[in-house]
Nanobody, 125 residues
């Protein structure tokens, strides 16, 4: 099993940037596909980005392509989400997740077995 802890959320003005981190403990994080999801008030939790075990392959929600970058440092058991050009529509609780399915990357919420507690990102207009 793996335990996930997010950090780096906060309040930022529109157009600003934030970097989220997700520290993994327990089983080595390189065992897992890693992902980020977000949930805004009154909405379903949605896929944001995913990265393969090696870090060579990534996939993004169309709404964040070109603005967000997912990365991982397996030596530090940590993944990151660099978020640029933030807009109020990006306001949500952001969750780190780990998947053990046998494929390169994963965009499906149900394919992730482990979740962090979430970190709030609020973008003011």
């Amino acid at each position: 099993q793996v335990q996930l802890v997010e950090s780096g959320g906060g309040l930022v003005q529109a157009g600003g940037s934030l970097t989220l981190s997700c520290a993994a403990s327990g089983r080595t994080s390189s065992t897992y596909i890693m992902g980020w999801f977000r949930q805004a008030p009154g909405k379903e939790r949605e896929f944001v980005a995913t990265i393969s075990r090696s870090g060579r392959h990534t996939n993004y929600n169309d709404s964040v392509k070109g603005r967000f970058t997912i990365s991982r440092d397996n030596a530090k058991n940590t993944q990151y989400l660099q978020m640029n050009s933030l807009s109020p529509e990006d306001t949500a609780v952001y969750y780190c997740a780990a998947s053990s399915i046998f494929q390169s990357v994963s965009t499906g919420r149900n394919e992730y077995s482990y979740w962090g507690q979430g970190t709030q990102v609020t973008v003011s207009s």
